[in-house]
């Protein structure tokens, strides 16, 4: 048997996580530290990280941490969810599928000097998946201008707000995780970090109700709350937004 185990942040850079999140889980009893040292560092073992990458599938599906210490624990019958989440995680694996491809293609025609087919490089790299929700609650106005902003963008410019909002998405994310409360600093914090954000993309309206109803809809469709960790994530981030927006 593998008698190694690693420090906190070790596991924490390799997961993708952070330490803060660790220590939350072994507070909430989902993952505790395989041994702590004289020092007080958490360390963790085989059997340890076999659990949190359970841990972390289950949180990528969108299940919150009382949800997940149930499935772990065979308490709960969590297949529908699971199943609900599972189909949306496909449907995702096609579509970078098709962009792995896109990209493959592209490359290999490049080299080889062929003709490039707008068709084929753009397979796959599609911003409208939530055109008709835009549409149907915003205007038609709001879309377009919205749609050519980020049509226009260079690649470099694309890539740096796309990490962006992954950034602020992971954020949100630790902090529902940690149990912060929504009247907190640290969430008003994430809240205009979020305005800010929407405000850079024109045709985003503004105001409270705009910002209320956002948050409803992170909650309400799957496909926003698995940006926040799931639905337990989305109701923070709606939560956040309804407590602190003016």
Known sequence: MDNRDWSIQEIARLAGTTSRTLR??????????????SNG?????????????????????????PAIADVLEGERDDTRALASHLHWLREEKQRLDRQIASVERTIEKMRGGENLMAEEMFDGFDHTVYRAEVEEKWGADAYRQGSDWFTALATGERTEWMQRQKQLAADWADAAERGVSVQSPEAKALVERHVAWLASIPGTPSGPEYLRGLGDLYVADPRFAANYGGVDG???????LHAHVQ
């Not at 939350?24 to 040292?37: E, F, K, M, N, Q």
């Not at 073992?45 to 990458?53: E, H, K």
């Open 234 to 240: 989305a109701r923070f981030v709606r939560d956040a």
């Open 24 to 37: 939350h889980y072994g507070d909430v009893g989902l993952l505790h530290p395989s041994r702590v040292g």
């Open 41 to 65: 560092y958490r360390y963790y073992d085989p059997v340890a990280l076999a659990r949190l990458q359970r841990i972390l599938m289950l949180r990528d599906l969108g299940l919150g941490i």
